[in-house]
């Protein structure tokens, strides 16, 4: 009788075993099929990497750097030469591949002259994208010194009166005395460099008003924002809202690659700087893209939040953008960190599935979709080398955070 208990109870502690191991294994997998595998965002990273060495030929033999499907290589002074430098040093740190770091360092040093750059605002893109990567892994101190001499540059599109940077030059075609775009936001992060790498504070200060600004004028009170606004560079007086990208009617108009561009730039000034309004003002932009009702359910945007009409063309750039500065937000939101964080794992995984993933192999760009200028029909529903940029930011961020908001 004793034998048969014993053995009654060894089947119990059995049974029990395995259903214990088996809830484990079903919450594990429930783990893994909710979100990004780390499998799968190393299967993207590979497949990156064929793109990126599709690309290098053509960059070595020329010394220009792919821009988009519709554009192709464009030459060092292109707003977008920083990108591509920036996916190698994205790749390089995902990877940890020797070759990928020499093709990093090559690709970086072709856009240095940039530092110089003073024709627009995007300066900050050219420099922070390729540069601030090399130094933030690297440490190399050369690329400290160009970052600062960036800086120095950035500033002298500055005016006091109206407290901003002039993104574009002065148009009479259009009106504009001084334009200041949203996209603008994007370039403070240099200037907050400058000042953490030179201990001067003008740069820090010029990003802070730059900020307000913006928040002031630019926003409407929806949280929808618009592309273009005029001022009047002898008073500072704002004169008009304007447009060049997205919707043509500046009363409207909501570029969704725009509204990114506001979100991750507050939500990065709220970072650097501690200021209580940036993570208002971020989670307020927030709250009016993901309460969109022109969101597609996949969540990646159409080309404006507002467009004449719907379905229209996506713009993959502008969820990988959204998704990147999101999983920031993330972050730094203890009331609403786990919502950001879904919605961007959404994204991701919409960006990360056949329908945007290029697997082809072929041509030098990881998402499709995306879309340069609509109304202007220009680079249209095809690859943008930012959006790889934006993804694999995000992915690198995704990977990190995830388990902390698993656990939430
Ligand atoms: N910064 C230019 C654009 O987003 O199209």
Redesign the pocket.
């Given at each position: 009788m004793k034998k048969h208990l014993t053995k009654l109870r060894q089947w119990v502690a059995a049974g029990l075993s395995v259903f214990i191991l088996s809830i484990t294994v079903n919450a594990s997998t429930a783990q893994t099929s909710s979100g990004l595998s780390d499998q799968k965002i190393a299967s993207i990273f590979a497949l990156e990497k064929v793109y990126l060495n599709n690309a290098y030929n053509t960059v070595q033999k020329t010394g220009k750097l792919p821009r988009s499907t519709a554009k192709g290589f464009q030459t060092v002074s292109d707003?977008t030469s920083g990108f591509y430098p920036g996916n190698l040093w994205f790749t390089y740190e995902f990877t940890k591949d020797k070759d990928i770091l020499k093709k990093a360092e090559y690709a970086t040093a072709l856009v240095e002259n940039n530092k110089y750059f003073s024709t627009d605002h995007?300066i900050g893109?050219m420099i922070y994208c390729s540069y601030g990567n090399g130094y933030r892994l690297t440490k190399n101190p050369k690329y400290k010194e160009v970052i600062v001499e960036a800086s120095k540059t950035a500033i002298r599109r500055y005016n006091p009166e109206v407290k901003s940077i002039m993104s574009w030059s002065p148009d009479t075609a259009r009106d504009w005395k001084f334009p200041v775009?949203i996209?603008n936001m994007?370039n403070l992060e240099l200037l907050l460099k400058g000042t953490e790498f030179t201990g001067d504070s003008t740069y820090y200060h010029i990003a802070i008003n730059h900020a307000n600004t913006t928040m002031k004028n630019q926003y409407r009170d929806d949280f929808s924002c618009s592309h273009v606004v005029d001022y009047d560079p002898a008073t500072g007086q704002m004169r008009k809202r304007d447009w060049n990208?997205g919707n043509s009617d500046p009363a409207t108009a909501s570029w969704s690659?725009?509204q990114s561009?506001g979100l991750y730039g507050f939500t990065f000034m709220y970072q650097s700087t501690g200021k209580k309004e940036y993570l208002v003002q971020a989670e307020n932009v927030a709250s009016y893209i993901l309460n969109n009702p022109n969101m597609p359910k996949d969540m990646v945007p159409y080309w404006d939040y507002r467009a004449p009409k719907y379905p229209t063309l996506r713009d993959a750039?502008a969820g990988a953008l959204l998704a990147s500065g999101l999983l920031k937000l993330a972050t730094l939101s203890p009331e609403n960190g786990k919502k950001y964080f879904k919605s961007a794992e959404r994204m991701l995984q919409s960006l990360a599935s056949d329908a945007y993933l290029n697997t082809s192999g072929q041509g030098d760009y990881l998402l499709k979709h995306a879309t340069?200028?609509f109304l202007r029909k220009s680079e249209l529903d095809g690859g943008l080398i930012?959006a790889d940029y934006y993804f694999l930011e995000a992915l690198l961020a995704y990977q990190k955070i995830k388990k902390q908001f698993d656990k939430v």
């Amino acid at each position: 009788m004793k034998k048969h208990l014993t053995k009654l109870r060894q089947w119990v502690a059995a049974g029990l075993s395995v259903f214990i191991l088996s809830i484990t294994v079903n919450a594990s997998t429930a783990q893994t099929s909710s979100g990004l595998s780390d499998q799968k965002i190393a299967s993207i990273f590979a497949l990156e990497k064929v793109y990126l060495n599709n690309a290098y030929n053509t960059v070595q033999k020329t010394g220009k750097l792919p821009r988009s499907t519709a554009k192709g290589f464009q030459t060092v002074s292109d707003w977008t030469s920083g990108f591509y430098p920036g996916n190698l040093w994205f790749t390089y740190e995902f990877t940890k591949d020797k070759d990928i770091l020499k093709k990093a360092e090559y690709a970086t040093a072709l856009v240095e002259n940039n530092k110089y750059f003073s024709t627009d605002h995007d300066i900050g893109f050219m420099i922070y994208c390729s540069y601030g990567n090399g130094y933030r892994l690297t440490k190399n101190p050369k690329y400290k010194e160009v970052i600062v001499e960036a800086s120095k540059t950035a500033i002298r599109r500055y005016n006091p009166e109206v407290k901003s940077i002039m993104s574009w030059s002065p148009d009479t075609a259009r009106d504009w005395k001084f334009p200041v775009i949203i996209d603008n936001m994007m370039n403070l992060e240099l200037l907050l460099k400058g000042t953490e790498f030179t201990g001067d504070s003008t740069y820090y200060h010029i990003a802070i008003n730059h900020a307000n600004t913006t928040m002031k004028n630019q926003y409407r009170d929806d949280f929808s924002c618009s592309h273009v606004v005029d001022y009047d560079p002898a008073t500072g007086q704002m004169r008009k809202r304007d447009w060049n990208n997205g919707n043509s009617d500046p009363a409207t108009a909501s570029w969704s690659r725009g509204q990114s561009w506001g979100l991750y730039g507050f939500t990065f000034m709220y970072q650097s700087t501690g200021k209580k309004e940036y993570l208002v003002q971020a989670e307020n932009v927030a709250s009016y893209i993901l309460n969109n009702p022109n969101m597609p359910k996949d969540m990646v945007p159409y080309w404006d939040y507002r467009a004449p009409k719907y379905p229209t063309l996506r713009d993959a750039s502008a969820g990988a953008l959204l998704a990147s500065g999101l999983l920031k937000l993330a972050t730094l939101s203890p009331e609403n960190g786990k919502k950001y964080f879904k919605s961007a794992e959404r994204m991701l995984q919409s960006l990360a599935s056949d329908a945007y993933l290029n697997t082809s192999g072929q041509g030098d760009y990881l998402l499709k979709h995306a879309t340069g200028n609509f109304l202007r029909k220009s680079e249209l529903d095809g690859g943008l080398i930012y959006a790889d940029y934006y993804f694999l930011e995000a992915l690198l961020a995704y990977q990190k955070i995830k388990k902390q908001f698993d656990k939430v």
